[in-house]
């Protein structure tokens, strides 16, 4: 089912033949899924996502009928991450109060079926930006464009940070007390996990960050991957979110650190790109990372001085990402060739952390 063409699939910049190693048992998932999806009468064949650098994501054609399948990436991952069942738990419930979050139908825990636990949702339309501005939006070139674009990112975080979780019955999804500790606690574990070489840089970040630790924020949903290239608007109106996806890492607590980690793809003009898929946040318009806070902070209410220290953390959250990633294709786990460089990618944000922490005024 992997790599076979149909005739009049659709062409889509984000859709591609599924890679080598990543393919779907196609008579297994058709047969998992039978009676338990509309449309499903038809015969099933699938296209692959492009984007993402973790989780998989294919596009299902059931006739005209599509749904999107997500599941973790290939070869071992950590415990909690790339969480489906949480994922399918969050989804299935949020677009209620939630609209761009896409509806999820149902959840296969059982790995037989395509090798991994996955889940099925709604397939939703539009214009993922990603790395560069796309035509439909002025390729860059356009300030107010580009404004809208750096603006709508903020609105939408700071909609979702008051979002009434509670009414969609999500709110034993975690623990808000102790929020920012335990994530400190965490991602210097994975990293020790996911180390392929020393880099001394990082206890330095770890131990400033224990040292800085802010009491916390009044609770709220915290996506935990809030950045452009997982927001899909509208092609006609850059202003108006369609959909917000990579809902695995979503929990309950400090919604600053969602702030914090948007940041961390966030660079001004003149400053190097640190991660390996950076926004397109050098573009003419688009608003600096003090514009940014400062928005938030006025559209969510939320208090926003001790923001330095979410900056670092996002930046240090964001360099074990990177290693995670870059330790699965050093260990042979994924071939992908956009992952053979990460490892350099890693130590730059680390650099970048902790040198926004010397610079810190908290």
């Not at 020790?192 to 040292?211: A, G, R």
């Not at 003419?284 to 806070?293: D, K, L, N, Q, V």
Request: glycine content about 10%; hydrophobic content about 40%.
């Amino acid at each position: 089912m992997g790599t076979e063409a149909k005739k009049g699939a659709e062409i889509h910049p984000e859709l591609i033949p599924i890679r080598e190693g990543e393919e779907l048992d196609k008579d297994r998932l058709a047969n998992f899924l039978r009676g338990k999806l509309e449309g499903e009468d038809e015969s099933l064949w699938a296209q692959q996502f492009s984007g993402g650098h973790a989780n998989l994501t294919y596009l299902l054609h059931y006739g005209q009928t599509e749904y999107v399948l997500r599941r973790p990436p290939m070869g071992p991952v950590a415990a909690t991450a790339h969480d489906m069942g949480r994922e399918y738990r969050v989804l299935s419930v949020l677009y209620k109060v939630f609209p761009p979050a896409p509806r999820a139908f149902l959840y296969c825990q059982d790995p037989y079926v395509i090798g991994a636990p996955f889940f099925i949702m709604e397939r939703k339309r539009g214009t993922v930006v990603r790395n560069v501005v796309p035509p439909e939006f002025g390729s860059g070139q356009d300030p107010k464009k580009n404004r809208i674009l750096s603006e709508v990112i903020i609105d939408a975080l700071a909609e979702l940070h008051g979002v009434d979780y509670r009414s969609v019955g999500l709110q034993d999804l975690g623990k808000p007390d102790g929020f920012m500790g335990r994530q400190i606690r965490g991602w210097t574990g994975r990293y020790e996990k996911s180390m392929t070489k020393e880099i001394p840089i990082v206890k330095d970040v770890h131990d400033w960050l224990v040292d800085k630790l802010p009491e916390n924020q009044v609770d709220a949903l915290v996506h935990n991957d809030w950045r452009l290239d997982n927001m899909m608007l509208d092609p006609k109106d850059p202003a108006k979110v369609v959909g917000v996806f990579d809902w695995d890492m979503c929990t309950l607590g400090d919604p600053l650190a969602d702030l914090g980690c948007l940041l961390s793809f966030w660079f001004e003009e003149g400053e190097a790109f640190g991660t390996m898929t950076a926004m397109p946040t050098q573009v003419p318009g688009f608003m600096t990372r003090r514009g940014a806070i400062e928005r938030y902070g006025e559209k969510s209410g939320r208090d926003i001085r001790k923001m330095d220290f979410y900056y670092v953390f996002g930046l240090f959250k964001m360099a074990v990402v990177v290693q995670q990633i870059y330790f699965r294709y050093a260990r042979g786990q994924t071939k992908d060739p956009r992952f053979q460089h990460f490892g350099i990618g890693a130590e730059l944000l680390f650099s970048l952390a902790w040198s926004a922490a010397q610079a810190s005024q908290v």
